[in-house]
C-alpha cells in the first residue's frame, strides 16, 4: 500500500521569507504523480502543484517549487516570499497510475501560518 | 471557484439517518471522486465513478452508497447514520476516467454533523 508522511504538523513563517514543507511516500511503483494541495480556513482543497514521476525537472508554480527526489521518495515544497494568504493546511498527496484506479492518497498535513 | 458544485454546505442530522449529498462535476469532466475528511482519519478516498459506472471503491462502508447519473451528477448516500461519520465530505472531478496525467479538482466539500 501506498503511504505518504508529511513530518511537520505545523510551521510558521514570517511573510516575504522562504518556507518548505516536507513529505515523504512509499511506494513500489516507478510511475506515479504527487501533488500539493492547499486548504485555507474555507475548507477548499485547491491545488498547488503537480509532479510526473518520470520528470527529472522539478516543478515550478509561480512562487511555489517543489524539490523531487525520487530515489529518496522525497517531495518538498517551497514557498517563496510567503504571503499571509499562503496560510493554511498543506497536503502531499500521490497516485499511483499502475492501480488501475487513481484515487488521491493523502498526507496528513502541514498546517502554515504565515505571520505579518 | 474550481467549478465543481456540492450540495448542501451543511447538513445537521441524527443517529441512524439517512442524508444525500450532491456534487456536479465540472463541465466536461466525466469523472467524478467521494472523498471523506475527518480529524482522525484525514483525507481518505471513498469511491470514483466515470461516466455512469463505478470505476474504483477504496475505504467506504457498506452503510455507504453512490452512483452518477445520465447528466454526470453524483450522489452519496450515507444511511444508519453514526456519530462517527460526521465529517466534511469532498466532491472531485477530472476529465478522463483515470488518465493519470488528469488533475482532480475538489468542490466546497459538505459538513455533516451527526448528533
Known amino acids: 500500500a501506498q503511504t505518504v508522511t508529511q513530518s511537520q504538523p505545523e510551521m510558521s513563517v514570517q511573510e516575504a521569507e522562504t518556507v518548505t514543507l516536507s513529505c515523504t511516500y512509499d511506494?513500489?511503483?516507478?510511475?506515479?504523480?504527487l501533488f500539493w494541495y492547499k486548504q485555507p480556513p474555507s475548507r477548499q482543497m485547491i491545488l498547488v502543484i503537480r509532479?510526473?514521476?518520470?520528470?527529472?525537472q522539478n516543478a515550478t508554480e509561480n512562487r511555489f517549487s517543489v524539490n523531487f527526489q525520487k530515489a529518496a521518495k522525497s517531495f518538498s515544497l517551497k514557498i517563496s516570499d510567503s504571503q499571509l494568504g499562503d496560510t493554511a493546511m498543506y497536503f502531499c498527496?500521490?497516485?499511483?497510475?499502475?492501480?488501475?484506479?487513481?484515487?488521491?492518497?493523502f498526507g496528513k498535513g502541514t498546517k502554515l501560518s504565515v505571520i505579518p | 471557484d474550481s467549478g465543481v458544485t456540492q450540495t448542501p454546505k451543511h447538513l445537521i442530522t441524527a443517529t441512524g439517518q439517512r442524508v444525500t449529498l450532491r456534487c456536479s462535476p465540472r463541465?466536461?469532466?466525466?469523472?467524478v471522486y467521494w472523498y471523506q475528511q475527518s480529524l482522525d482519519q484525514g483525507l481518505q478516498f471513498l469511491i470514483q465513478?466515470?461516466?455512469?459506472?463505478?470505476?474504483a471503491k477504496g475505504n467506504i462502508l457498506e452503510r455507504f452508497s453512490a452512483q452518477q447519473f445520465p447528466d454526470l451528477h453524483s450522489e452519496l448516500n450515507l444511511s444508519s447514520l453514526e456519530l462517527g461519520d460526521s465529517a466534511l465530505y469532498f466532491c472531485?472531478?477530472?476529465?478522463?476516467?483515470?488518465?493519470?496525467?488528469?488533475?482532480?479538482?475538489f468542490g466546497p466539500g459538505t459538513r455533516l454533523t451527526v448528533l
Open positions: 511506494t513500489s511503483e516507478s510511475n506515479y504523480y
Open positions: 465513478y466515470y461516466n455512469g459506472e463505478e470505476r
Open positions: 472531485a472531478s477530472s476529465v478522463g476516467g483515470g488518465a493519470i496525467a488528469d488533475t482532480q479538482y
Open positions: 498527496a500521490f497516485i499511483n497510475s499502475g492501480a488501475g484506479s487513481y484515487q488521491l492518497t
Open positions: 463541465s466536461g469532466d466525466l469523472s
Open positions: 509532479q510526473e514521476a518520470y520528470k527529472q
